[in-house]
């Protein structure tokens, strides 16, 4: 069985191998993406509706959806696994800040955050660890504090693994990822499922989630 910290080391490596690549494919996509920018200022309102404070996007790569957050008004950083990731997105991006980290251990304080980000982010982690996860972004939101996942929908099938270009992913039924952000203190606002577009294999599927007191 992989341990965690053997299933991170192998993730921040592939991507760091992968960050040339990744940053040229990853280059204004959400400009084709209606549905997912409509997402995104979604929670970008109920963000700004609770009043000022931080947001975090874990798992920001190279940084194009954290500019787009910052472009929607919100006081946003990035963090990620990958160091090699995060050259592409200051180079890209120096008026934001971006910190190599881990999601399911973050280098923040209790309740500090408005709102957190994970975009296509807890993909490559195993079912086992996604508690774990969704405990540490409910422990560094605030209470009423906003949390976007984005993720690859299993289309009605069980929890399944796949062959992601950079390494291992899985796909989530987005009842189950609902019902286990629920046993870790969230309460769903909404949901959003799009089809394949051209050039993607799988169904997408969006929860905007709410931590409660």
Do not use: Q
């Not at 760091?16 to 209606?34: C, I």
């Not at 069980?158 to 990822?177: N, Q």
């Not at 046993?183 to 989630?209: D, I, K």
């Amino acid at each position: 069985m992989t341990e965690p910290s053997s299933y991170l080391g192998t993730t921040a490596g592939a991507y760091d191998a992968m960050a040339a690549r990744y940053a040229e494919f990853a280059r204004d996509y959400l400009d084709s993406l209606p549905l997912d920018r409509a997402v995104l200022a979604a929670f970008a309102e109920y963000v700004r509706a609770t009043g000022p404070g931080p947001v975090a996007e874990l798992g920001c790569g190279t940084g194009e959806v954290t500019a787009h957050l910052r472009d929607l008004g919100l006081d946003v950083f990035g963090v990620d696994l990958s160091p090699a990731m995060l050259d592409f997105a200051r180079e890209a991006h120096p008026d934001l800040r971006f910190e190599v980290g881990s999601m399911d251990a973050l280098d923040l304080a209790d309740g500090t955050l408005n709102g957190v980000v994970s975009w296509y982010s807890v993909i490559h982690t195993p079912p086992r660890e996604i508690p774990g996860c969704l405990a540490e972004f409910r422990r560094v939101l605030a209470a009423g504090g906003l949390l976007l996942l984005a993720f690859f929908e299993s289309e009605g099938g069980p929890v399944s693994a796949f062959d992601h270009k950079v390494t291992t992913a899985y796909r989530w039924p987005i009842g189950e990822l609902a019902a286990l952000a629920a046993e870790a203190g969230f309460t769903e606002v909404g949901r959003m499922l799009r089809e394949p577009g051209e050039g993607e294999r799988f169904r997408r599927g969006h929860l905007l989630l709410r931590r409660g007191e």
